[in-house]
C-alpha cells in the first residue's frame, strides 16, 4: 500500500501505485511531513502552527487521530526500530535538535530539546541503533533516541540531504551526487560526488540495492561503494519503493511512477502539494 501525504490534510491511497483513492483534503492547514509503516499500521504526523498531530491508519484511507502535543520547534522525520517510533527535527535555524519516542504512536516522550546541537532532518535505523543526518554536516547516533553520539562534522558542502541503511552498511547521500558509507555511522568513508547540481534529495534500499535519485541522474550501488550513474528523465523531489515500483512527488502535488528510478512519468496531479510518499506491506 502506498500512501502520498503533504498540505491542506492531504492523504491519498493505493494499493497498487496506478489506482489513487479520491484525496482526502481537510482545508485546515494540518501540513503533513513524514510517515512510517510498522507494527501493521501507518503512522503519519501534522504540523499546525507550534502543534504536532498523529494519526494512524491499516488502509491508507481509515484514518484515528492518536493525540496532539506542543513543539517547540519543527519534526521533520520519522523511523521505527528498537520497538519505538523516534521522530527528528528542531529549530528551523540550526541552534537545537528536538526528539520524540513512542512505543505506540500515541503515547510519546517528550519533545526532548539538546541546546546547541543543530537540528536533525532525515533519519534511518540499522544495524540496532538510529543514524540521524541534519544541517551544518551533522550526522548522529543513538541506540534509543535518549542518548546520542555526533560523528565528526562534515564540510558543510558535505552535508547529507537523505540516508538509508541496507546491506549492512549506511549511506549518505547529498549535494552534487555526493555518496559517502560508513558501518558504524561515525567514520564515513568512500566519498565520491557526480556532476555540479546533480543533488540527490531520496536515498532507497530497495532489499537488493542503494538508489540515489537525484536532479539529472540516478545512482545505483549494491553495497554503497561501487557506483552506476545513469542520466534520468522528469526525476521528483522525494520517492519511495515498494512492490517493484517507484512513487515520487514532485511540486505542485505532481505524483510521478517509475519502474527503474530512471524514467518517470506523471500519475496525476493532486489537489495540494504532495510532500512525500510512503509504501507498507499491508495484509
Known amino acids: 500500500m502506498f500512501i502520498a501525504y503533504g498540505q491542506q490534510g492531504l492523504r491519498i491511497a493505493s494499493s497498487d501505485g496506478r489506482t489513487w483513492s479520491e ?10 511531513r513524514g510517515c512510517e509503516f510498522a507494527k501493521g499500521s501507518f503512522l ?11 494519526f494512524s491508519s491499516p488502509d491508507g484511507m481509515n484514518w484515528e487521530q492518536q493525540s496532539e502535543h506542543e513543539v517547540d ?19 528551523t535555524d540550526g541552534h537545537w535538535t528536538t526528539v520524540m519516542i513512542s512505543k505506540d ?8 530539546k539538546f541546546d546547541k ?9 540499522g544495524n540496532d541503533q538510529f543514524v540521524a543526518v541534519g544541517v551544518k554536516g551533522r550526522v548522529a547516533v543513538s541506540k534509543d533516541g535518549t542518548e546520542w553520539k555526533d560523528a565528526e562534522a562534515l564540510p558543510e558542502l558535505d552535508t547529507f540531504i537523505d540516508i538509508a541503511y541496507g546491506n549492512g552498511v ?26 555540479e547540481g546533480e543533488h540527490i ?13 537525484g536532479l539529472g541522474a540516478t545512482y545505483f550501488s549494491a553495497d554503497g561503494r561501487s557506483w552506476r ?24 502535488g505532481r505524483v510521478l511512477i517509475s519502474e527503474d528510478a530512471i524514467h518517470w512519468q506523471e500519475l496525476f496531479r493532486a489537489p495540494e502539494h504532495v510532500n512525500g510518499i510512503a509504501y507498507g506491506a499491508t495484509s
Not at 503519519?44 to 498523529?54: D, I, Q, R
Not at 504512536?105 to 526532548?112: A, L, V
Not at 542520466?231 to 512513487?247: F, I, Q, R, V, W
Request: hydrophobic share 35%; proline share 3%; charged share 20%.
Open 23 to 32: 484525496p482526502i483534503v481537510e482545508k485546515n492547514n494540518y501540513y503533513f
Open 44 to 54: 503519519t504526523f501534522a504540523t499546525y502552527g507550534g502543534k504536532m498531530l498523529f
Open 73 to 91: 520547534g519543527r519534526m521533520y522525520d520519522i523511523a521505527y526500530g528498537a520497538d519505538r517510533y523516534l521522530l527528528v527535527g528542531g529549530n
Open 105 to 112: 504512536g500515541t503515547h510519546w516522550e517528550g519533545p526532548t
Open 117 to 125: 546541537q543543530p537540528l536533525l532532518l532525515r533519519v534511518a535505523y
Open 170 to 195: 549506511y549511506v549518505g547521500a547529498g549535494l552534487h551526487g555526493l555518496r559517502m558509507t560508513s558501518e558504524d555511522g561515525l567514520v564515513w568513508t568512500s566519498r565520491e560526488v557526480g556532476r
Open 201 to 213: 534529495n531520496s536515498l532507497l534500499w530497495t532489499g537488493q540495492q542503494f538508489v540515489g535519485v
Open 229 to 252: 550513474r545513469v542520466e534520468n528523465e522528469n526525476a521528483p523531489e522525494s520517492c519511495t519503493y515498494g512492490d517493484g515500483l517507484y512513487l515520487g512527488s514532485a511540486w505542485k
